[in-house]
């Protein structure tokens, strides 16, 4: 009998019209099911990749949720069937809030341990789709909170339209750049109107308004970097691994990615006093309400203050006397 409708549903679809889609469709809802399914090692197993992923940052140690959007409970936002949650964690959901990136990092195989371990926590009887409520976990101290925010903020990094959204959410840095420079190599600059930078190798973003100071200023040797998906960090990476001597950057683009390095060279960030404009690329801010993205925002915020770097607005506003 059972064998009889999976025969006959495509022959159904096939007769409406929709053959092809009514039969991929049928193989891949087949496909998704969990192999590992009560499986307690790969349970384990996943529960370290959730971790080492930085899951915890939203969804808390336990699951319990942090940020909201507890796993444990038996509110789901799209579902609660394997398939369903194996297309969210794979980034496959259009309407997902949750970041997109870990498709491209976890195979189908980790998934499905993820899963495995979700089962093992959530013991419902009754699933509904709905608003989870707010989180209900104890509280955790400030540094454990600290720190799971922290790994929530790198996921941004694995996704390119992550790290626009929040990198466009720096209101009161819109319009600030830097020049940045190692600390232990480079002798001090304070302005673009500093004679050494003509001997310098300079790096710029293209689309900046930058490009046009430093060919004022006399700076002969200039690379100019795109703010391509792939390549926006480049330019950081390139002062600290010495291949040019400073670079002039938009002030959240050197926040985001001085905190992303785990390089043991200390840079210095010296705020230009002029409002400039923001990057082409980032121009167009589209307001976003995603809490991920305004958290790390706020933690962003703090890199650029730890480094002493004020908004252009603030820093002209004060310093007419120069
Ligand atoms: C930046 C925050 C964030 C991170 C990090 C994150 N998630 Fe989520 N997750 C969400 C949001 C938001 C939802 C609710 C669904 C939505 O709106 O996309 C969700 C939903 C879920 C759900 C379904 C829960 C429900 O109630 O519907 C599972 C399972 C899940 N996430 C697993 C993971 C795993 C596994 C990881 C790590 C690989 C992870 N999440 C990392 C934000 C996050």
């Known amino acids: 009998m059972r064998q009889g409708r999976r025969i006959l549903l495509p022959i159904l679809g096939f007769l409406i019209g929709g053959a092809p889609i009514g039969l ?9 099911k969990n192999p590992y399914a009560g499986n307690a090692e790969a349970a384990k197993e996943g529960y370290a990749i959730y971790q080492k992923m930085g899951c915890p940052g939203c969804h808390g140690a336990g699951g319990g ?4 959007w507890a796993l444990i409970d038996c509110i789901w936002r799209f579902g609660w069937d394997d398939a369903t949650l194996f297309r969210l964690i794979k980034g496959q959901i259009p309407e997902q809030t949750m970041p997109r990136g870990f498709g491209d990092v976890l195979t189908d195989d980790q998934v499905w341990k993820i899963i495995t371990w979700v089962r093992t926590v959530n013991h419902c009887e009754e ?25 929530a903020c790198r996921l941004v990094a694995i996704n390119p339209s992550m790290i626009r959204q929040t990198l466009q959410s720096f209101p009161d840095y819109a319009s600030t750049y830097v020049i940045l420079y190692r600390e232990d190599v480079t002798k001090p600059i304070r302005s673009l109107e500093d004679i050494a930078l003509s001997k310098l190798r300079v790096g710029v973003n293209a689309d ?19 703010l ?6 480049q330019i950081v990476t390139d002062v600290l691994d010495q291949k040019i001597d400073v670079a002039v950057v938009w002030a959240p683009l050197a926040g985001f990615f001085i905190w ?29 309400s995603m809490t991920y993205v305004q958290r790390c925002q706020q933690f962003l915020h703090g890199v650029l203050e730890s480094y002493g770097v004020v908004p252009a607005q603030v820093l002209t506003a004060g310093s007419n006397a120069h």
């Open 65 to 68: 949720g942090g940020m909201g």
């Open 24 to 32: 991929s469709f049928l193989s891949a809802q087949d496909s998704l």
């Open 208 to 226: 900046t308004p930058v490009v046009d100071l430093l060919k004022k200023a006399g700076a002969s040797n200039v690379t100019t970097y795109s």
């Open 260 to 288: 992303q390095s785990d390089s043991e060279h200390r840079l210095t960030a010296i705020p230009l006093a002029m409002v400039l404009t923001a990057p082409t690329p980032f121009h167009s801010a589209e307001a976003s």
């Open 127 to 151: 699933n509904v789709i709905g608003q989870p409520t707010a989180a209900t976990t104890a509280p955790t101290s400030p540094e454990v909170a600290a720190q799971e925010q922290e790994k």
């Open 228 to 233: 391509s998906e792939g390549s926006l960090g």
